[in-house]
């Protein structure tokens, strides 16, 4: 069958699963197993040479199974499934999104180097790049959507340590503001102070558009970075990551999450191909819903803002949002009128949307950026990106939208 020639959602039922090797199931089954028979002694000798990459893959040779720490059955299916839709050549699951993002970010920067990233991002990879890598004495600086080539580039050479850029890790659109950076844009930062001795690695984390609405490494991202519980994921009930990228790249990654032994298991693999098959079913439902809430947010009395990709109206984000998103998503950000009394108000009135965090789930999530997923940015910091005490952030799912719709107003109507 030529592949080549379908569409990922067509393929997420099958595409690298082959039922004979399995009783026949329609579904790959659970390989819950820690260590695999090999065939013979030399078959074993072989699979660990291309585990520890001691010797090239012949033609058509592929890496056999050994241990569940290495490799999976549900692990491998998942990643040739997940790299359909980014356009990968390898991929990495992880047992959480954190995982991935530690993991790449340990495996290509060393002491002594600077990280460049984007501001704001997850709250729990900010607290990695500004508490652990600082004992590791890696410095990071960070820039805004706002700032221009000229000035990230100007920050990073005021550090004294612009040799030492090693990596870039942006998050677009930005958690929780909806902020937008251009890709391209730090693509060309990224060739401007690359080396043949020290190249820089430019990493994305796409989990606020999915593997549907943006593809990072068609805008000269390196790595692509996923909190799979999200959208992949789609039910809220797996926490998984995921790594995707060149063979070259995805072999150091690998090979670090070999050691540090953070690889998902497999009945999250199994999970995760399950949801993979209503990824995009799903994705385009929340994304009808979240178009309706957001205009209806826009034109309430008690909504001072609305954070949503959609009513982008500056020249130089609808042009990086033209170019880099075939979507304007499901998250949506809005500051109410007042502050936290009156955010918390609306937070514990509302009924059929859940007061929780995460994003991404079939069922609509609220949360307040500022005391929970953000809690850990420094006050003056939140200040300037816009995460005050009035903003809420809104994921929305798959219920009806006039239901949302009628909570919201409610919710609303109780300050």
Known sequence: MDYSRMQPESLMMSYGYKPSLSEGAIKCPIFQTSTFVFTSAMEGKRFFELAYGLREKDK???????YSRLNNPDLEILENRLCLWDGAEDCAVFESGMSAISTALMEFMAPGDLLLYSRPVYGGTDHFINHFLKKLNIMSVGFHATDSKEQIIERINATGRGDRLTMIHIETPANPTNALIDIEMCAEIKNHFTTEEKP???????????????????HGADLVLYSATKYIGG????????????????????????????????????????????????ME?????????????????KVEKVYYLGFITDPREKEILDRQYSSNGAMISFDIKGGEKEAFKFLDSLELIKLAVSLGGTESLAEHPQ????????HEDKEIMHISEKLVRLSVGVENYNDLIFDIDQALNKL
């Open 60 to 66: 058509g040779e592929e890496l056999g199974l050994i």
């Open 200 to 218: 820089v690695v430019l990493s994305v984390d796409n989990t606020y558009m999915g593997p549907l609405w943006q593809h990072p490494l068609k």
């Open 235 to 282: 039910h809220s009930d797996v926490i998984a990551g995921a790594c995707l990228g060149s063979k070259a790249l995805m072999a150091r990654v690998k090979g670090l999450r070999t050691f540090l032994g953070n690889m998902a298991g497999p009945w999250t693999g199994w999970l995760l191909m399950r949801s993979l098959e209503t990824l995009k079913v799903r």
């Open 285 to 301: 439902e929340q994304a009808k819903n979240a178009e309706h809430v957001a205009n209806f947010l826009q034109n309430h009395p």
């Open 371 to 378: 005391t929970m997923t953000h809690a850990d940015v420094p």
